[in-house]
């Protein structure tokens, strides 16, 4: 299969229509390396550049990218821009380019305005900034209050099942909005709407296998998962290059996916070799081997409601309610009081992580239920109340946390 050409680079095209020397590009580089701006703020800070030049020369970048007109003609519009002062629309009128149906694509913008979560304005102002800082538009839209995390996760992974073949696009549309409606995962909404079902077997994604090993943020892998989407490359291609993690933790990665979709292990079990791997050097033979050392037999099979309900942080009655929700939508018990306001959003994931943390041997049940209350009661995540109670788990998961962390630290 032929590969794409590399899609031309904005500095590059700037200079080809005049508007900008490659000297100045290179001084402005420079600035940009010494004072930490954004290469785009110091070329307009500059004199360089205008505004209206940058937004025009975006505008152009991504219809090369879609196929919509050629170089010459981009190169041409450009320069009537810089000379004229025209706006994008009336420049490409001007040098006589036709209008064509433009071709429907999955970028995340488009799926964006399509589901109607964002505006043109707020996408074009979203990627202008893009470009100015280097931060991913998905990124953009988050930081400045357009989008939520949530909903970023849901399109960005709207995106990857689009590629994959698993649902079309006018589904990922219906997903993206029932996801912001009803405040619930992209595949719980697909699911609710037929257009989805879970794999029979067991199975963990490569990104959430990182961020539960603590290799990874779950803000950076949002940040890479979207980068990956833009130039189409895979997820660890992506990690790699970017230096998040060496390519033996990534092989080491994708081999634990595989023994999770085995049943050979959980993903928790998966998580903790991987942070072992990559904290000790060692192979995964070995880390799997210490963690059958480590590991105890499961503890009583306890459910998310009948967790909340002995802590008596709901009742009852207020299970029964959310079962009965959940048997007419198919939605999980822990969303349903979510939804329903039994429960607030730090409850149901304090209540999930103590959830796992029993049903794996690491917590007694007393321990769990005195966990929740002061996690209520001092308003902090379920693993900074058991560390404040001074209860250490039989696991690395919390230790490696704190070695990315300050690994994160040293990068910045």
């Known amino acids: ?61 991504s219809m090369l990218k879609d196929g919509l007109l050629s170089e010459e003609t ?27 149906a433009q071709p429907v694509t999955n970028k995340l913008g488009e799926l964006l305005i399509a589901a109607h979560v964002v505006g043109k304005d707020q996408l074009e102002e979203a990627l202008k900034t893009s470009f100015e800082t280097g931060l991913p538009v998905g990124r953009i839209l988050v930081l400045t209050g357009v989008l939520s995390e949530s909903l970023l996760t849901a399109v960005l992974n709207a995106q990857v099942m689009i590629r994959d073949g698993k649902i079309t696009r006018e589904q990922a549309i219906q997903g993206v909005k029932s996801a912001q409606q009803r405040r619930v995962s992209l595949e719980q909404c697909l699911i609710d709407h037929g257009y989805y079902r879970l794999p029979a077997r067991q199975h963990v994604k490569l990104g959430e296998l990182l961020v539960l090993s603590g290799l990874l943020s779950e803000s950076d892998l949002m940040n890479v998962l979207e980068l990956g989407l833009v130039n189409e490359q895979p997820l660890g291609q992506v990690l ?34 991987l942070g072992t791997v990559h904290t000790k050097g060692v192979s995964i033979a070995q880390a799997v081997a210490e963690i059958g050392q480590l590991k105890q037999q499961p503890h009583e099979t306890l459910r998310l409601g009948e967790l909340l309900t002995v802590a008596g942080l709901v ?61 209520q009661r001092s308003q902090v995540s379920f693993d900074d109340a058991l560390e404040e109670l001074g209860w250490t788990l039989p696991t690395r998961l919390r230790d490696d946390h704190q070695n990315q962390a300050a690994v994160n630290n040293t990068r910045t």
């Open 1 to 61: 299969m032929t590969a794409k050409p590399a899609p031309i680079r904005i500095g590059d095209l700037l200079i080809r229509v005049g508007i900008l020397k490659a000297e100045d590009l290179r001084e402005a580089m420079q600035v940009a390396g010494e004072t930490g701006l954004p290469i785009g703020r110091v070329l307009i800070m500059s004199g360089y550049l205008t505004e209206h030049e940058l937004k025009s020369a975006l505008q152009a970048q």
């Open 74 to 100: 981009a190169i041409s519009a450009l320069a009537v821009i810089s000379k004229e002062g025209l706006s994008w629309d009336q420049a490409l009128k001007r040098v006589g380019w036709v209008h064509k």
């Open 240 to 273: 790699v290059q970017s230096g998040f993690v060496s390519q033996t933790v990534l092989d080491a990665a994708l081999r634990f996916q595989e023994m999770v979709a085995n049943s050979t292990l959980s993903p928790l079990q998966a998580a903790e070799a």
């Open 315 to 375: 009742t009852a009655n207020d299970i029964q309610n959310a079962l009965e929700l959940s048997s007419k939508n198919s939605a999980l018990i822990g969303k349903m009081l979510l939804v329903t306001g039994m429960i607030d959003e730090s409850t149901l994931h304090a209540s999930l992580r103590c959830q796992f943390l029993v049903r794996e041997g690491f917590l007694k049940m007393e321990q769990a239920i005195i966990a929740l209350h002061y996690c």
